[in-house]
T-cell receptor
Framework: DSGVTQTPKHLITATGQRVTLRCSPRSGDLSVYWYQQSLDQGLQFLIQYYNGEERAKGNILERFSAQQFPDLHSELNLSSLELGDSALYFC????????????FGPGTRLLVL | AQSVAQPEDQVNVAEGNPLTVKCTYSVSGNPYLFWYVQYPNRGLQFLLKYITGDNLVKGSYGFEAEFNKSQTSFHLKKPSALVSDSALYFCAVRDINNAGNMLTFGGGTRLMVKP
């Protein structure tokens, strides 16, 4: 167990809908990362927050947004969902930022029908 | 841009034999390199990392990896494979010239250890 928690574990929804994925980092970790794992795109970095501020952005669609709250938990919001958004979404956390090891949560499996 | 290649989709090895999972990388500056393992229906588990120093890095569960700068490789190795090592293995790189701490992952290599 990495100490990173994600809810929900599974999510089934319809196209056009909006969902929110939640992540609680390991105790004391300031950085939170979101990754998407799909069969065709593999594991892709979406976005990183460090102590509440956006730190780095990857291949995140404009329909997706994230934030990190004062208690350091993070939420990933996915809107106007499409079939292709079906994937496993991972959250990871690290103590700080530079060169730190990232520890991954169990993931949220999203199925868009 | 940074990239990682894992040239083998699957590696098959008999239990007790040594195993190697290959990884090559491309970065503009010095790399930070990582190996993670993913078991079915689980998240990624950290195995080991290379930041600087000794080119041979030892990690969890008896795994080790060798950093080779001239060949831009970071192959994962284990002297004696176990059936329980069967899983999906990912190599990842972080370019120190990039802002933040984003990792770029390879496509993954499925390791099958047969009794």
């Amino acid at each position: 167990d990495s100490g990173v928690t994600q809810t929900p574990k599974h999510l089934i929804t319809a196209t056009g809908q909006r969902v929110t994925l939640r992540c609680s980092p390991r105790s004391g970790d300031l950085s939170v990362y979101w990754y998407q794992q799909s069969l065709d795109q593999g594991l892709q970095f979406l976005i990183q927050y460090y102590n509440g501020e956006e730190r780095a952005k990857g291949n995140i669609l404009e329909r997706f947004s994230a934030q990190q709250f004062p208690d350091l938990h993070s939420e990933l919001n996915l809107s106007s969902l499409e079939l292709g958004d079906s994937a496993l979404y991972f959250c990871a956390s690290s103590a700080r930022d530079f060169q730190e090891t990232q520890y991954f949560g169990p993931g949220t499996r999203l199925l868009v029908l | 841009a940074q990239s990682v290649a894992q040239p083998e989709d699957q590696v098959n090895v008999a239990e007790g034999n040594p195993l190697t999972v290959k990884c090559t990388y491309s970065v503009s500056g010095n790399p930070y390199l990582f190996w993670y393992v993913q078991y079915p229906n689980r998240g990624l588990q950290f195995l080991l990392k290379y930041i600087t120093g000794d080119n041979l890095v030892k990690g969890s569960y008896g795994f080790e990896a060798e950093f080779n700068k001239s060949q831009t490789s970071f192959h994962l190795k284990k002297p004696s494979a176990l059936v329980s090592d069967s899983a999906l293995y990912f190599c990842a790189v972080r370019d120190i010239n990039n802002a933040g701490n984003m990792l770029t992952f390879g496509g993954g290599t499925r390791l099958m250890v047969k009794p």
